[in-house]
Every structure is written in C-alpha cells, then in structure tokens.
C-alpha cells in the first residue's frame, strides 16, 4: 500500500492566493482527518469525514478554511484567501475504524505564505 | 471535549537509560490511546496503543500503562538508543460508532545522548 499520499509536499504563496492541498487516503479507510501542525499550538484537527460525510469541523479556524470529500478516495483542503498565519505543515490522516485504530499519517504539507 | 495534558515537554536521557512520558486525559469515556513518534521533518507514527480494558501493553523496549481511575497513562522506553531521539505525542479518544477523533497531547521532545 503506499500509504496516505498529499500534495504538493511544499507550498509557497502570497498572502490573499487561493491554496488547495490533496489527500489521498489509505484505500479501504473510511475516516480522514486533517491536522495543522505549528511550534506554537501542536497538531490540531481541522475537520473529519467518516464515509465521505464531515462530521467536526469544529477546529476550522476560519471561513477561509473549506475542506471537501467527493469520494473515498480523494480529499481537499482549500484556504481562499491565504494569510501568514496560516503557515503550517497540513497533515492528512486516514483510519480504517474510527477510534479504535491507529491513524496513519501523510507525509505532510508545508505551507509558507509570504 | 476532551483534553490531554502531556509531561515533560523536553527530556534529556543518556543513551541506555530509561525514558517515561507521561499524559493525563479529561473526558473518562475516552477508551482508546495512542503514542505517535515523530522524527524531525518527517510524519507522527503509530508506535504502541493502549485500549481501556488493559492496564499495560509492552512491545519490545517500549511499554504503556493506563490507570482509568486515574486517567492517566504512559509511555516507558528502556534502554535508550539514539535513534529514539524524536518527539513523542500521546493521544486519547473514545469510540463511538463511526463518530471519534483524536485529541493530542502538545508532545514530549526526547533527546538521547551518548
């Protein structure tokens, strides 16, 4: 299996530019999470989808942050507009059984927006 | 929602010693716990889990205690190796259905030196 794959691994933009990053989950998995990771607040979770459907997107930090499941196998995260402080590694996660499994990890967004 | 708390922040063990991370949780109906490792630039990942009908969990140099009365739980590594040298994060969420997520704790960076 080749593990839970985003894109792009790095991503430099000006502040106010559109952002999407892409999941790919673990096929099979039927929850996916998205995580923010900073020095300063840790791994925060944005949002989750159990078979498609959000379920919390209680840690989206702004209306700017959208995130989409069109199928099993394909996520998006989108910032519009993209502000400094959004700089962070974004991560993608899925599982198979919600709580009672690991996540497996993505190897991560990069994010600079300058 | 759930809350986790994680100690220390920073550990500084000499290679061979044993290392203890230790992680207090909120919400008592969480039942699932998982330690992550994540090395410098690289993705958490899954390295021991604990669920809340055992008390501990041992896989090879790396043990997890759960104390439910308590809510705490935590992580053993004995003798050291420089590659254990990472940040380790604890996590805790309870399982209900299809509808969970994982809460983080702030992470515990560990240091072995030789």
């Known amino acids: 299996d080749a593990g839970v794959i985003q894109s792009p691994r790095h991503e430099v933009t000006e502040m106010g530019q559109e952002v999407t990053l892409r999941c790919k989950p673990i096929?099979?998995?039927?929850?996916l999470f998205w995580y923010r990771q900073t020095m300063m607040r840790g791994l925060e979770l944005l949002i989750y989808?159990?078979?498609?459907?959000?379920?919390?997107d209680s840690g989206m930090p702004e209306d700017r942050f959208s995130a989409k499941m069109p199928n099993a196998s394909f996520s998006t995260l989108k910032i519009q507009p993209s502000e400094p402080r959004d700089s962070a590694v974004y991560f993608c996660?899925?599982?198979?059984?919600?709580?009672?499994?690991?996540?497996?990890f993505g190897s991560g967004t990069r994010l600079t927006v300058v | 929602g759930e809350n986790v708390e994680q100690h220390p922040s920073t550990l500084s063990v000499q290679e061979g010693d044993s290392a203890v991370i230790k992680c207090t949780y909120s919400?008592?109906?969480?039942?699932?716990f998982p330690w992550y490792k994540q090395e410098l630039g690289k993705r958490p990942q899954l390295i021991i889990d604990?669920?809340?009908?055992?008390g501990e969990k041992k896989d090879q140099r790396i043990a997890v205690t759960l104390n439910k009365t308590a809510k705490h739980f935590s992580l053993h590594i004995t003798e050291t190796q420089p590659e254990d040298s990472a940040v380790y994060f604890c996590?805790?969420?309870?399982?209900?259905?299809?509808?969970?997520?994982?809460?983080f704790g702030t992470g515990t960076r560990l240091q072995v030196t030789l």
């Open positions: 996660a899925s599982s198979l059984r919600t709580g009672r499994s690991g996540y497996t």
């Open positions: 096929s099979g998995h039927n929850s």
């Open positions: 989808f159990n078979n498609n459907v959000p379920i919390d």
């Open positions: 919400d008592s109906a969480s039942n699932y």
């Open positions: 604990i669920r809340s009908n055992v």
């Open positions: 996590a805790a969420s309870m399982w209900a259905g299809t509808a969970s997520k994982l809460t």
